[in-house]
């Protein structure tokens, strides 16, 4: 079993920057992947960006350049450096990690990020 502990999330202002974090214990080998989704209001949980097996960072196009993923140090787990926040990135944000193998996956208990003015 994984569990996934998240935090860093809250309220800012359009143009504002949070930091989300991620860390993960239990039964994590090397190679797994881990990724930050997101969930809005009446819409499908869709991915935000990951860091895979190999190391190579994906990101989805709505946030290229404005945001960054990154793994925690001498720890398993990953930030989510967010800049320039919009109101569209209003959502709850969850944390994925998958071992080397594949599924199952697990998930962290979301963390909500509300961008308003």
């Known amino acids: 079993q994984v569990q996934l502990v998240e935090s860093g999330g809250g309220s800012v202002q359009p143009g504002g920057s949070l930091r989300l974090s991620c860390v993960a214990s239990?039964?994590?080998?090397?190679?797994?992947?881990m990724g930050w989704y997101r969930q809005a209001p009446g819409k499908q949980r869709e991915l935000v960006a990951e860091?895979?097996?190999?190391?190579?960072?994906n990101y989805a196009d709505s946030i290229q350049g404005r945001f960054t993923i990154s793994k925690v140090n001498a720890k398993t787990g990953i930030y989510l450096q967010m800049n320039s926040l919009k109101p569209e990135d209003t959502a709850v944000y969850y944390c994925?990690?998958?071992?080397?193998?594949?599924?199952?996956?697990?998930w962290g208990q979301g963390t909500q990020v509300t961008v308003s003015s």
């Open positions: 994925k990690l998958r071992n080397r193998w594949g599924p199952p996956d697990y």
């Open positions: 239990g039964s994590v080998f090397s190679g797994y992947s």
């Open positions: 860091i895979t097996g190999i190391g190579r960072s």
